[in-house]
């Protein structure tokens, strides 16, 4: 594989300019693969390379093409927390009236059983979906799914309905690239959501605000684009809106048939009502736009006026084609993948790893042993990013929040692991498989008996730090080799292992 320094490049201030073809490489492929992705092998990176920008784009994007049946998601049972049904109600009623605590307490025991089952059932949902994220060959449908998760987030210990987060993970994944619209009238309807912001309980007589708020300051509008009038106009389009066990249910008798007014939009407006009056604000948009600029380019202020020129303009044309697209998002996803700025030196490089990327990262482009799933799982937790447990309504604030001394030093030793098999609090490695680094190092040098410990060094900074490669890193990585006096399999694993634990790793 070819180096991936590449000479830096700036992109025309403020224009998503078109990659010229000549252009893109596999700096460009390598990059775009851990953006769009989770990172890729150097055999990925030189066929994404070999694709050319409209190809490279078209295969990420355009993923319904591969097949990818995944096993696992209908072993998950639906019914651990169903709802009592109507002859369980009656008993458990009398018996209290009877004060029979025998029943009570039968009750109260399959409850508890219920709950530590689906307990369980979460964290297998979690290993599902990090081991789908690693084995994925449609990585940007996984990537998008868990945007959609860290936005409309909502979380496990709130819910406590593991099927339910489930048929929400199912939701983000099938409008992962399709109409945000679409997804904005689904949300509304979903269960998880629904229960989170408590707007299953929402009465004409008694609107619940918190989903009516969210809808516009988190997930769609942004603060200052509504009023605190749009809110309770909202809450009350919004009563009624519920769910009986995993299905949505709207509630005429529980909704306000009156007359509201919401963003400029009047008339006996229900939830659908409201998610128009939504769509029809150019704020939309230009908040969405905002959203993925941070999340597939830099972090940059929420606020436009803050902004930058160059991240200004390209939001502000993500947006318009956002409303030219009628919100369709793979369109406003093939024009920033496809532009000069998205390959510019203001993005590459320029972007700390989130846990989901850094540890599926490092398993899909090192080629290390994905080892156990649970004890991965746990690390992305000890990290920051808990899967189906954002930490708030919020989401992740990603960026610089996902570095503490705390994490940092979690980050590292999970790398050590995928590499070693060898846990912070020690593991006995007989019996673990190890970490095979020849794959990788033939396709880095050749044959890399016959390397020089430099070229080796040079080939594992380019590859495993990128653009954020110095020249102490190629320093450090080459006098590993030449101690040892030749690059032995041993030597090439010590000499990733090193790169990983390099602070530039962190970046993408």
């Given at each position: 594989m070819?180096?991936?320094?590449?000479?830096?490049?700036?992109?025309?201030?403020g224009v998503?300019t078109?990659?010229?073809?000549?252009?893109?490489?596999e700096?460009?492929?390598?990059?775009?693969l851990?953006?769009a992705?989770?990172?890729?092998?150097p055999g990925?990176?030189?066929?994404?390379?070999?694709?050319g920008p409209?190809?490279?784009?078209?295969?990420?994007?355009?993923?319904?093409?591969?097949?990818?049946?995944?096993?696992?998601?209908?072993?998950?049972?639906?019914?651990?927390?169903r709802?009592l049904?109507?002859?369980?109600?009656?008993?458990?009623?009398v018996?209290?009236?009877?004060?029979?605590?025998?029943?009570?307490?039968?009750?109260?025991?399959?409850?508890?059983?219920?709950?530590r089952?689906?307990r369980a059932?979460?964290?297998?949902?979690?290993?599902?979906?990090?081991?789908?994220?690693?084995?994925?060959?449609r990585?940007?449908e996984?990537?998008m799914?868990?945007?959609?998760?860290?936005?409309?987030?909502?979380?496990?210990?709130?819910?406590?309905?593991?099927y339910?987060?489930?048929?929400?993970?199912?939701?983000?994944?099938?409008?992962?690239?399709?109409?945000?619209?679409?997804l904005?009238?689904?949300?509304?309807?979903?269960?998880?959501?629904?229960?989170?912001?408590?707007n299953?309980?929402?009465?004409?007589?008694?609107?619940?605000?918190?989903?009516?708020?969210?809808l516009?300051e988190?997930?769609?509008?942004?603060e200052?684009?509504?009023?605190?009038?749009?809110?309770?106009?909202?809450?009350?389009?919004?009563?009624?809106?519920?769910?009986?066990?995993?299905?949505?249910?709207?509630?005429?008798?529980?909704?306000?048939?009156?007359?509201?007014?919401?963003?400029g939009?009047?008339?006996?407006?229900?939830?659908d009502?409201?998610?128009?009056?939504?769509?029809?604000?150019?704020?939309?948009?230009?908040?969405?736009?905002?959203k993925?600029?941070?999340?597939?380019?830099?972090?940059v202020?929420?606020?436009?006026?803050?902004m930058?020129?160059?991240?200004?303009?390209?939001?502000?044309?993500?947006?318009?084609?956002?409303?030219?697209?009628?919100?369709?998002?793979?369109?406003?996803?093939?024009?920033?993948l496809?532009?000069?700025?998205?390959?510019?030196?203001?993005?590459v490089?320029?972007?700390?790893?989130?846990?989901?990327?850094?540890?599926?990262?490092?398993?899909?482009?090192?080629?290390?042993?994905?080892?156990?799933?649970?004890?991965?799982?746990?690390?992305?937790?000890?990290?920051g990013?808990?899967?189906?447990?954002?930490?708030?309504?919020?989401?992740?604030?990603?960026?610089?929040?996902?570095?503490?001394?705390?994490?940092?030093?979690?980050?590292?030793?999970?790398?050590a692991?995928?590499?070693?098999?060898?846990?912070?609090?020690?593991?006995?490695l007989?019996?673990?498989?190890?970490?095979?680094?020849?794959?990788?190092?033939?396709?880095?040098v050749?044959?890399?008996?016959?390397?020089?410990?430099?070229?080796?060094?040079e080939?594992?900074?380019?590859?495993?730090?990128?653009?954020?490669?110095?020249?102490?890193?190629v320093?450090?990585?080459?006098?590993?080799g030449e101690?040892?006096?030749r690059?032995?399999?041993?030597?090439?694993?010590?000499m990733?292992?090193l790169?990983?634990?390099?602070p530039?790793y962190?970046l993408?």
């Amino acid at each position: 594989m070819a180096t991936t320094n590449a000479p830096r490049r700036r992109a025309r201030a403020g224009v998503l300019t078109p990659i010229a073809a000549d252009a893109f490489g596999e700096h460009e492929a390598r990059h775009l693969l851990w953006r769009a992705g989770f990172g890729g092998s150097p055999g990925q990176i030189a066929a994404l390379a070999q694709l050319g920008p409209e190809g490279a784009v078209a295969h990420l994007l355009d993923y319904e093409a591969i097949d990818h049946p995944w096993p696992g998601a209908a072993d998950f049972d639906k019914d651990i927390m169903r709802p009592l049904s109507a002859e369980d109600l009656r008993e458990l009623r009398v018996a209290r009236q009877n004060r029979n605590e025998d029943v009570v307490a039968k009750y109260r025991s399959q409850q508890m059983q219920r709950q530590r089952a689906d307990r369980a059932q979460i964290r297998a949902m979690g290993e599902w979906w990090l081991g789908r994220m690693i084995e994925t060959p449609r990585p940007l449908e996984e990537k998008m799914t868990l945007f959609w998760h860290g936005h409309f987030a909502t979380g496990y210990r709130t819910i406590e309905n593991s099927y339910h987060m489930f048929l929400q993970n199912q939701l983000f994944r099938r409008h992962a690239v399709g109409n945000f619209g679409e997804l904005l009238f689904a949300i509304v309807r979903d269960p998880a959501m629904l229960r989170y912001l408590n707007n299953n309980a929402s009465r004409a007589d008694d609107p619940n605000e918190n989903l009516a708020r969210e809808l516009m300051e988190l997930f769609s509008l942004g603060e200052g684009n509504y009023s605190e009038a749009d809110i309770k106009e909202g809450a009350r389009a919004l009563t009624g809106y519920s769910f009986d066990d995993d299905a949505f249910v709207f509630r005429p008798g529980d909704h306000d048939q009156g007359i509201k007014r919401i963003l400029g939009e009047s008339g006996r407006l229900d939830g659908d009502g409201f998610v128009r009056a939504i769509l029809g604000r150019r704020a939309c948009s230009a908040f969405i736009a905002g959203k993925m600029y941070r999340f597939f380019c830099r972090e940059v202020p929420t606020d436009p006026r803050e902004m930058d020129a160059d991240a200004r303009a390209a939001v502000d044309d993500l947006a318009n084609t956002m409303l030219r697209e009628r919100y369709e998002i793979r369109p406003v996803l093939r024009r920033l993948l496809l532009s000069e700025h998205f390959y510019s030196d203001a993005v590459v490089g320029e972007q700390i790893k989130s846990p989901a990327t850094l540890v599926v990262g490092a398993v899909r482009s090192l080629g290390t042993p994905t080892r156990d799933v649970a004890t991965l799982v746990a690390a992305l937790d000890a990290m920051g990013q808990a899967l189906f447990q954002p930490p708030s309504v919020k989401g992740w604030a990603g960026g610089r929040s996902w570095i503490s001394t705390s994490t940092l030093y979690t980050r590292q030793n999970t790398l050590a692991y995928l590499l070693t098999g060898r846990k912070p609090t020690g593991f006995d490695l007989r019996g673990a498989e190890a970490y095979d680094p020849k794959p990788l190092a033939r396709a880095l040098v050749g044959d890399p008996k016959t390397a020089s410990a430099r070229a080796f060094g040079e080939a594992v900074a380019d590859f495993v730090l990128g653009p954020a490669r110095t020249d102490r890193a190629v320093e450090e990585l080459s006098a590993v080799g030449e101690r040892a006096g030749r690059v032995t399999p041993t030597v090439a694993a010590d000499m990733v292992l090193l790169a990983s634990a390099m602070p530039e790793y962190q970046l993408c």
